[in-house]
């Protein structure tokens, strides 16, 4: 099942979920504290809250069980635009379409809203999930290098 997360006790819960998910990533692409330090492994509670992280996205889980396994953040980027951020499914929940269960539940949301796009930024030597979001009817616009990240930035679009 899949629902938005509203209360600050269940967002809570995602820090280590968006942590967990993403350190495989991380590990995978030799990603440290040290050199990229806006990526989701290193999320932390005082960032998520602190940082005001929660009031700029909306966040949904994924629900097995009542356990969250998974979750996706969506925010407004322009008038008919949406973000997706923060995609993460817990690695032993992997492979069962979860993720893309998360993608087209935020797609539904996203349309009720009047959005019209949905812009990505991933790792874009991570061919896996470019190849996933390929597969999603997303479409690459264009990739850059940053000075401060040691991967190149993959920029992906869909309009729904």
Sequence with gaps: ???????????????????????????????????????????????????????????????VDQKIVGCLAIRLISEKSYGIDRLAVLPEFRHQGFGEMLIQHVENHIKSLGGKKILIGIIFENKLLLNWYLKLRFILTGTKKFDHLPFTVGFMEKNI
């Design 1 to 63: 099942m899949i629902r938005a997360i509203n209360s600050n006790d269940e967002l809570k819960l995602l820090v280590p979920i968006i942590q967990k998910a993403n350190l495989t990533v991380a590990s995978e692409f030799n990603l440290t504290i040290q050199n990229a330090p806006t990526n989701p492994a290193f999320i932390t509670e005082f960032y998520f809250f602190e940082g005001m992280e929660q009031k700029k996205h909306q966040y949904f889980g994924y629900f």
